[in-house]
């Protein structure tokens, strides 16, 4: 069983910052992805950034050069660095961890609870 914990939301007015971290334990595959994603309040889940086990970045278009996702594998965690924040990033981010051979996010692949960001006007 895998389980994932993250940690770091809360409130902040727009063009604030924040940092989430989501830590992995359990019987975690040696490869593995990890991934930030958000629901907002009435939309989808959408991908916000992830990061493959050798540092291979990817983000959504929304957030590109304002956020960023780093990884220490040596602490099997992942953090997100959320800079300039926007009314419109408010919503629950999820961790997720995919290992390999598993699509991002898919069926198989492993949730944290989520953490709520808010950014106030």
């Known amino acids: 069983q895998v389980h994932l914990e993250e940690s770091g939301g809360g409130l902040v007015q727009a063009g604030g910052s924040l940092r989430l971290s989501c830590v992995a334990s359990?019987?975690?595959?040696?490869?593995?992805?990890m991934a930030w994603y958000r629901r907002a309040p009435g939309n989808e889940r959408e991908l916000v950034a992830s990061?493959?086990?050798?540092?291979?970045?990817n983000y959504g278009d929304s957030v590109k050069g304002r956020f960023a996702i780093t990884r220490d594998n040596a602490k099997d965690t992942v953090y997100l660095q959320m800079n300039s924040l926007q009314v419109q990033d408010t919503g629950v981010y999820y961790c997720?961890?995919?290992?390999?051979?598993?699509?991002?996010?898919?069926?198989?692949?492993?949730w944290g609870q989520g953490t709520q960001v808010t950014v106030s006007s």
């Open positions: 997720n961890l995919s290992p390999l051979h598993f699509r991002l996010g898919s069926d198989g692949t492993h």
């Open positions: 359990g019987k975690i595959s040696s490869i593995f992805t």
């Open positions: 990061i493959t086990a050798g540092g291979i970045t």
